[in-house]
């Protein structure tokens, strides 16, 4: 049986029509519409058993997967998933910035930015050293924002799927 993650985390940001905050049960249906269009967007299809999958890990406690909701009048409309885990260069634990979706009929409206800013302060509260994420580098929408809010790094991601 899962416990709830939405009570592990009670941080609720909220901003007159605008809430960023921990998934929950309730919002599956709204999050697997966006997850669908974030997959899009990266021209991937995925098993509708591994989009389930995904949605149990986010509200699992025993899994350090978490998901966080950008509500505007109390409809979802972005999402992030994070990946909390050990790391060799640090006694703390890093945050994986995995998943980052915004409908596009509200991008340019600060749900991104807010999203972003909330992981940090998630990061922050699980003694985390960094949040860190990758993206496709002609994603210059997107990048744009994150030059604001991180540090691009020299690294180079390689890939060997299994």
């Known amino acids: 049986m899962t416990e709830d993650k939405s009570m592990q985390?009670?941080?609720?940001?909220?901003?007159?029509?605008?809430?960023?905050?921990?998934?929950?049960?309730?919002?599956?249906?709204?999050?697997?519409?966006?997850?669908?269009?974030?997959?899009?967007?990266?021209?991937?299809?995925?098993?509708?058993?591994?989009?389930?999958?995904?949605?149990?890990?986010?509200?699992d406690s025993g899994t350090p997967v978490y998901g966080f909701g950008a509500f505007k009048d109390k409809v979802l409309v972005g999402i992030v998933h994070v990946v909390l885990h050990p790391n060799t260069w640090n006694e703390t634990d890093c945050c994986y910035l995995e998943?980052?979706?915004?409908?596009?009929?509200?991008?340019?409206?600060?749900?991104?930015?807010?999203?972003?800013?909330?992981?940090?302060?998630?990061?922050?509260?699980?003694?985390?050293?960094?949040?860190?994420?990758?993206?496709?580098?002609?994603?210059q929408t997107a990048r744009v924002l994150y030059d604001k809010l991180a540090s691009l790094t020299d690294m180079v991601q390689y890939r060997k799927n299994l």
Do not use: M
């Open 9 to 59: 985390n009670n941080n609720v940001v909220q901003n007159h029509a605008t809430q960023i905050a921990p998934l929950t049960d309730a919002n599956y249906e709204s999050w697997l519409s966006l997850w669908q269009d974030y997959l899009t967007f990266y021209d991937t299809n995925l098993p509708l058993d591994t989009s389930k999958a995904t949605w149990q890990k986010l509200l």
């Open 99 to 139: 998943d980052l979706y915004i409908d596009e009929s509200v991008r340019g409206q600060g749900f991104g930015r807010a999203l972003i800013e909330y992981v940090y302060d998630f990061a922050n509260q699980q003694n985390c050293n960094r949040v860190y994420w990758t993206t496709q580098d002609s994603n």
